[in-house]
T-cell receptor
């Protein structure tokens, strides 16, 4: 079975500051890990994915995440926040080898202030 | 390439009724999954279909059912609606095993 814990339901950063959204996972098998973003009244957009290749994964819009097996973490970072990054972010896990039956974290709402 | 299309976008029903939601996957995608999103329970997996067969199922009562057609389009049905079924229902498609899912904008179902 898989589970995901996202630390911090709300994160606020200043425009231009570092964005760090935390995700820890639990999986009985090697996992696939994903970050999705959701804007108001929209579905989920894939930011990036880890599927057992490189541990540092680069995604869209300047986001990246590092898979750390020893820490069971997959934190999402962006060097410089932009106002347009304000949204809700979800970390998700699936059993390795398949990207279906995603188990999501509870989400982190990112606020970007001037 | 067109994305995942869900219809309708909004739906209002009353308790006891039934509802059918539709999802058209990205062209060429054969796997379709459904998720329920609520403020209280978050995002929960309902079921996945691949080549017209249910491949995975989440922990939802039998009132929730789905099917997939030969053109990969999928429908989800909820019978005997309850107030707690009010949610955003999201459909996602993927091309093959191991490929990430791409989501539609969802159908927002409100039960009165």
């Amino acid at each position: 079975a898989q589970s995901v814990t996202q630390l911090g339901s709300h994160v606020s950063v200043s425009e231009g500051a570092l964005v760090l959204l935390r995700c820890n996972y639990s999986s009985s098998v090697p996992p696939y890990l994903f970050w999705y973003v959701q804007y108001p009244n929209q579905g989920l957009q894939l930011l990036l994915k880890y599927t057992s290749a490189a541990t540092l994964v680069k995604g869209i819009n300047g986001f990246e995440a590092e898979f750390k097996k020893s820490e069971t973490s997959f934190h999402l970072t962006k060097p410089s926040a932009h106002m347009s990054d304000a949204a809700e972010y979800f970390c998700a896990v699936s059993a390795g080898g398949t990207a279906s039956k995603l188990t999501f974290g509870t989400g982190t709402r990112l606020q970007v202030t001037l | 390439k067109a994305g995942v299309t869900q219809t309708p976008r909004y739906l209002i029903k009353t308790r006891g009724q039934q509802v059918t939601l539709s999802c058209s996957p990205i062209s060429g995608h054969r796997s379709v999954s459904w998720y329920q999103q609520t403020p209280g329970q978050g995002l929960q997996f309902l079921f996945e279909y691949f080549s017209e067969t249910q491949r995975n199922k989440g922990n939802f009562p039998g009132r929730f059912s789905g099917r997939q057609f030969s053109n990969s389009r999928s429908e989800m049905n909820v019978s005997t609606l309850e107030l707690g079924d009010s949610a955003l229902y999201l459909c996602a498609s993927s091309s093959r095993q191991g490929q990430p899912q791409h989501f539609g904008d969802g159908t927002r179902l409100s039960i009165l």
